[in-house]
C-alpha cells in the first residue's frame, strides 16, 4: 500500500491540473505569465514554511549555485507556458512535451560525451517522427490569414519555436541539476524552494502582463455552477481555474516526489506515462480539440518510444527474475 497512494494522487492532482489549465487557456490563451507566477508564488510560500522551517533551516547547497539552475528553471517555465498565446493546443502541447528524451539524449552526447545503446537511438527516432507527425497535423487544422504578416500559421510556427527552446533548454537544466547534487548530494525539496523563490524577481519584467491579467481575470463571470455556494457565488471563474491549477500542480509535484521514494523507478515511468496519455485523451474527448488518425499515429510512435527509451521491458524482466530469487533465499 505505500506505492498506492501516491499512484492514485498523481493521476488525481496530474489530471486535474490539465483539466484546470486548458479551462483558463480557453478563456485566455495569453495567460500563461500570471499562471507561472502563482505557481512560483505559492510553492515559494509553502516552501518557506515547510522546507525551511519559516527560514531556521540552513540550506545545504550554496545559494550561488542555485543562481544559474533558477535562470534555466524559470526560463523553461515561462516559455512552456507562454506558448499557449501562440495557437498551440493543449494535446500538441502534452505530446510535444512527452518529447524531451530528445533533448536529453541530444544534450547528453553534446555536452556529457555518452554514448547510448542501439534502443535508445531507436526510441529517440520514434519519437523524432511521432512529434513532426502531431506537428504537421495540427498545422493542417490551421486557416491562414489573409495577412501574411499576421498570420495564424506564422503565430503557431512562433509557438513551435518556443516549445523546441523550451525541450532543449530543460534537457541542459536536467543535466546541470544532475551534476549540482553528485556535488552537493540530493537535496530536491530545497532546490524545489529555492528556485521558485529565486526566480520571483525575474518576473517583474513581465509585470505589465501580470496586471493585465489580474484585471481581466477579475472581470471575468462568475460560474453559474457555484450561484448557491456561500464565498464563491460572486467569485470570477478565472481566479477559481487560477486556484485549481496552483494547488493541483502542488498535489501532482508532491505526489510524483513521494511515489519516487516509494516505488521502482519502472514503477514511477508506467505510472507517468499513463497519466500523459490519459491526460491527453481527455483534453480531445471532453474540451473537442482536433485530433485526426496522423495524431493518433504520432501519439503511439511518442509514447511507445518512450517505454522504449526507460527499457520497461527490460526491467520488468529483471524484476520477475529477481522477485523469486528473492523469495527463495
Known sequence: MGAAIPIILVFIGCCSNVVFLELLVQDEPACGTILTFAQF???AIEGFVVTM?????????????????????FTVNVT????????????LHIIFRSGGLIASLVMGVLVLG????????????MI?????ICTFASAENL???SDP???????????????TFALFMSARMGIFQEMLYFRHGKHPREALFF??????????????????????FSSSAPLPALAHVPWLASVPRLWLYLVGNVLTQYLCVGSVFKLGSEATSLTVTLVLTLRKFMSLVFSIIYFQNPFTMNHWVGTVLVFAGTLIFTDVYGKAREAMTTEPRKKTE
Do not use: C, Q
Request: charged share 15%.
Open 53 to 73: 522551517d519559516w527560514g531556521r533551516k540552513k540550506n545545504v547547497i550554496p545559494i550561488k549555485e542555485y543562481l544559474l539552475l533558477m535562470a534555466m528553471f
Open 114 to 125: 555518452r554514448s547510448y545503446s542501439m534502443s535508445k537511438y531507436l526510441s529517440v527516432i
Open 128 to 132: 523524432t517522427l511521432g512529434t513532426i
Open 195 to 216: 528556485i521558485h523563490t529565486l526566480s520571483l524577481p525575474g518576473f517583474l519584467l513581465t509585470w505589465g502582463s501580470i496586471a493585465e491579467h489580474v484585471v481581466k
Open 149 to 163: 504578416a499576421d498570420s495564424t500559421f506564422t503565430t503557431w510556427l512562433m509557438g513551435i519555436g518556443i516549445l
Open 80 to 91: 512552456n507556458n507562454m506558448a499557449f498565446g501562440y495557437k498551440i493546443s493543449m494535446p
Open 143 to 145: 486557416d491562414e490569414s
Open 41 to 43: 508564488l505559492f510553492i
